[in-house]
């Protein structure tokens, strides 16, 4: 690889990476692989990227791996895709919608029949499935599902709204009983408290966990789309409880928003990942200008961005635009 080629594809922060890919999500395989999924802008399919390198994911070829259907469940705003190896298997939880009923938005589950996400087929597991003794969960808007393990036990988190009106989009979290059925009825970790939460919409969404040093941190985004989409954070400790909302402990105030010098605008629904080092990458969607054109919904101009997580003197997570 001559020096040209070597500038062309080197990593860079904090600007577009991979354009029009909103809800990013990188998983490094054991075996080194880097694989790339995230919402495309006609929100009609589920694609992959898959590298040797982080950086190599840029340029990958992207392959569609599922499309939605014609009809019913699953037809329309296919969102967030994220990509999960569970006891030997490949997962892609994602969120659809009805074309009858647009905005009813489920948790549904896809399981790889074989070890080549790229090229093995993937089968519908249907609908997420709640605990036998759960009768609220996945009845109303649901999405933005992320699942990580524990003490070897895996959860799930996921987006819920609740209410009349506008609704409130809050975050629940349950212990796994399979990859695609929960274990304990959902417990609430967060609801939109304070008013950088509640600009447009009241949003809790787009959970994702990164542990270090014996502690978790999950980051979530909030508010509307637009320029006041914004990331906050949750904390305990890997031998705490966590279906126990009492031991995590809520950051006051955003830890990612919008910077205009940067011309990083509405920067939010984040996934974690580590470079060729092995140092921890925040991979995350932003734009770059102010003002948007039409339903910033429906605004294909969220790129995917890359940020490098620094660990503070007290063991939490730094993130800075400066790097």
């Given amino acids: 690889m001559d020096s040209t080629t070597k500038m062309e594809t080197r ?6 990476w991979i354009l029009q890919r909103a809800d990013p999500y990188i998983v490094k395989h054991t075996d080194g692989t880097y694989y790339f999924t995230a919402s495309v802008p006609a929100y009609d399919g589920i694609n992959l990227r898959k590298s040797t390198t982080l950086e190599g994911l840029q340029s990958a070829e992207e392959v569609e791996v599922w499309h939605k259907h014609d009809k019913g469940p699953m037809s329309i705003h296919i969102w967030a895709p994220e990509m999960h190896y569970i006891n030997g298997k490949w997962y892609i939880y994602y969120a659809g919608g009805d074309k009858d009923d647009i905005w009813n938005i489920r948790p549904y589950v896809l399981e790889c029949q074989g070890q080549d996400p790229m090229t093995d087929p993937w089968i519908e597991l249907g609908k997420m499935q709640r605990a036998d003794d759960d009768e609220f969960s996945f009845e109303a808007f649901s999405l933005d599902a992320t699942v990580f393990e524990n003490k070897g036990k895996w959860y799930y988190v996921w987006a819920e709204k609740v209410g009349v009106g506008k609704q409130i989009s809050n975050l629940y979290i349950a212990e796994m009983e399979t990859p695609n059925k929960l274990k304990t009825v959902q417990v609430l ?46 904390s305990t400790t890997e031998d705490a409880d966590l279906l126990d909302p009492k031991v995590w402990t809520k950051e006051r105030y955003p830890v990612v928003k919008t910077d205009e010098s940067k011309k990083i605008y509405g920067p939010g629904h984040n996934s974690f990942t580590v470079d060729d080092e092995g140092n921890d990458i925040m991979v995350y969607h932003a734009r770059t200008e102010s003002k948007i054109e039409g339903d910033p919904l429906y605004n294909p101009n969220r790129h995917a961005q890359l940020m490098k997580v620094r660990w503070g003197e007290d063991g939490r997570p730094v993130f800075s635009y400066d790097d």
């Fill in 189 to 234: 970790l967060t609801t939109p408290d304070y008013d950088w939460e509640r600009i447009g919409f009241w949003v809790n969404e787009g959970p994702s966990v990164i542990k270090h040093d014996g502690r978790i941190f999950l980051t979530y985004s909030a508010s509307d789309t637009g320029p006041a989409y914004c990331m906050g954070m949750m």
């Fill in 11 to 16: 990593l860079t922060y904090n600007e577009p």
